[in-house]
């Protein structure tokens, strides 16, 4: 029976707790497990413990995919899947303006293992095309991306991936998989920070990887050897997660619209990157490839105005790292996120220094905008600011 999303976060994988009846799946915290026959040894790195097999079960229904693992973090799962298809010799195509973690494993850790790498020019899909060599194995996208909220042509991508014979990845941590499956699309691997969205409450680092059975064995033969598991603890309290991740991304795909329209409204703000605006150059393709637009935001304030006196004059909505929370954060990329690759190549991927990313939350909207509102009036006469 094919299930609707809510029902898949509340129920799929459950473990049923036979011995009391429990409404929820216990939690076996065991790193040891006697032998059932000489096939099965369960072992938390082996990442196949009731509960992490549970929750990958989950996952892997949430993608639409034959299976999934979960792993200790998003760089985790992200390392862990380049790692498995790629080796010395080979070379992948990256798309430009990717979470930034991911731009340093590649440009950091890649040389070291002589596996080569190029970065689209832009996001067309000819511009990734044109980059594919004799050696390409890989093509790795993310849509929408972080932090201007592009948006990548997935059917377009997997064509191009199967013409060549190359395995497509998609970090699809942005939309979650309540906004968008792109397996549905043809995209053979699916990548997620579980830090953010799947774990919603700004309390969990974890990652998750979906494809076919075959993919994942391949993926697994590495990862038990590079040991990037979740804690059994953790992987118990991200089920909880998902259980309402369903309700909590919806509730903020509509937050974001909201915010995304107030903003662009204003005289204050310059520019307003959503995919879910008419006026976005991604709208009609997102409005093909997802079910929801996101609860990820950026917007330019007026250059006259001081983007990080506006932030610290925020009261409700908090400057912080993360994203996905349930509460609204905001940040400059420029000074965090970004802040590693330089100037140059934040200059070239079209963030500026004032460019500040939203990640709305469940709040009230209209309580979001009393306190930008209010932000923006001590921002306007920086003489009477009074930061608290
Ligand atoms: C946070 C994030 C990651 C990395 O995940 P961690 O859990 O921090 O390791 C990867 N991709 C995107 C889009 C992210 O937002």
């Given at each position: 029976?094919?299930?609707?999303?809510?029902?898949?976060?509340?129920?799929?994988?459950?473990?049923?707790?036979?011995?009391?009846?429990?409404?929820?799946?216990?939690?076996?915290?065991?790193?040891?497990?006697?032998?059932?026959?000489?096939?099965?040894?369960?072992?938390?790195?082996?990442?196949?413990?009731?509960?992490?097999?549970?929750?990958?079960?989950?996952?892997?229904?949430?993608?639409?995919?034959?299976?999934?693992?979960?792993?200790?973090?998003?760089?985790?799962?992200?390392?862990?899947?380049?790692?498995?298809?790629?080796?010395?010799?080979?070379?992948?195509?990256?798309?430009?303006?990717?979470?930034?973690?991911?731009?340093?494993?590649?440009n950091e850790e890649f040389?070291?293992?002589?596996?080569?790498?190029?970065?689209?020019?832009?996001?067309?899909?000819?511009?990734?095309?044109?980059?594919?060599?004799?050696?390409?194995?890989?093509?790795?996208?993310?849509?929408?991306?972080?932090?201007?909220?592009?948006?990548?042509?997935?059917?377009?991508?997997?064509?191009?991936?199967?013409?060549?014979?190359?395995?497509?990845?998609?970090?699809?941590?942005?939309?979650?998989?309540?906004?968008?499956?792109?397996?549905?699309?043809?995209?053979?691997?699916?990548?997620?920070?579980?830090?953010?969205?799947?774990?919603?409450?700004?309390?969990?680092?974890?990652?998750?990887?979906?494809?076919?059975?075959?993919?994942?064995?391949?993926?697994?033969?590495?990862?038990?050897?590079?040991?990037?598991?979740?804690?059994?603890?953790?992987?118990?309290?991200?089920?909880?997660?998902i259980k309402t991740m369903?309700?909590?991304?919806?509730?903020?795909?509509?937050?974001?619209?909201?915010?995304?329209?107030?903003?662009?409204?204003?005289?204050?703000?310059?520019?307003?990157?959503?995919?879910?605006?008419?006026?976005?150059?991604?709208?009609?393709?997102?409005?093909?490839?997802?079910?929801?637009?996101?609860?990820?935001?950026?917007?330019?304030?007026?250059?006259?105005?001081?983007?990080?006196?506006?932030?610290?004059?925020?009261?409700?909505?908090?400057?912080?790292?993360?994203?996905?929370?349930?509460?609204?954060?905001?940040?400059?990329?420029?000074?965090?996120?970004?802040?590693?690759?330089?100037?140059?190549?934040?200059?070239?991927?079209?963030?500026?220094?004032?460019?500040?990313?939203?990640?709305?939350?469940?709040?009230?909207?209209?309580?979001?905008?009393?306190?930008?509102?209010?932000?923006?009036?001590?921002?306007?006469?920086?003489?009477?600011?009074?930061?608290?």
């Amino acid at each position: 029976m094919k299930k609707g999303i809510n029902t898949i976060c509340t129920h799929e994988g459950d473990i049923k707790d036979e011995q009391f009846k429990g409404a929820v799946s216990p939690l076996y915290m065991s790193t040891s497990y006697a032998f059932e026959d000489v096939e099965v040894k369960r072992y938390p790195r082996y990442f196949n413990t009731p509960n992490q097999v549970a929750l990958s079960q989950k996952i892997a229904a949430l993608e639409h995919a034959g299976a999934a693992m979960i792993f200790g973090s998003g760089m985790a799962a992200i390392s862990t899947a380049l790692l498995a298809f790629l080796r010395a010799g080979d070379h992948i195509v990256l798309q430009k303006s990717l979470y930034g973690g991911t731009y340093n494993f590649v440009n950091e850790e890649f040389s070291k293992y002589g596996i080569e790498y190029s970065f689209t020019e832009g996001l067309e899909p000819e511009d990734f095309e044109t980059k594919i060599k004799g050696n390409t194995k890989v093509i790795f996208v993310e849509t929408p991306s972080n932090p201007l909220l592009t948006i990548t042509d997935l059917s377009a991508i997997s064509k191009i991936a199967k013409k060549h014979g190359l395995v497509s990845m998609i970090d699809n941590t942005f939309a979650s998989p309540v906004n968008q499956n792109p397996i549905d699309f043809g995209i053979d691997i699916i990548i997620h920070s579980a830090t953010k969205y799947m774990g919603g409450h700004s309390d969990i680092c974890a990652g998750a990887v979906a494809s076919t059975e075959e993919n994942m064995d391949r993926i697994f033969q590495l990862a038990k050897n590079l040991g990037g598991s979740l804690s059994d603890y953790t992987v118990w309290l991200l089920e909880r997660s998902i259980k309402t991740m369903g309700i909590r991304v919806k509730a903020q795909n509509n937050n974001a619209q909201h915010m995304a329209e107030f903003l662009e409204g204003h005289s204050e703000i310059d520019k307003v990157y959503y995919p879910g605006l008419p006026n976005h150059p991604g709208h009609e393709l997102a409005k093909s490839q997802m079910r929801g637009f996101g609860g990820m935001l950026s917007f330019e304030l007026n250059p006259k105005y001081d983007a990080s006196l506006f932030q610290k004059a925020l009261q409700l909505i908090k400057p912080s790292m993360s994203l996905a929370g349930v509460e609204s954060t905001v940040l400059s990329p420029a000074q965090t996120s970004h802040a590693l690759i330089g100037a140059e190549e934040r200059k070239n991927q079209g963030i500026t220094d004032g460019l500040i990313r939203f990640s709305v939350g469940i709040e009230e909207p209209e309580d979001l905008i009393a306190d930008i509102e209010h932000a923006l009036a001590q921002v306007r006469s920086p003489s009477i600011v009074n930061v608290q």
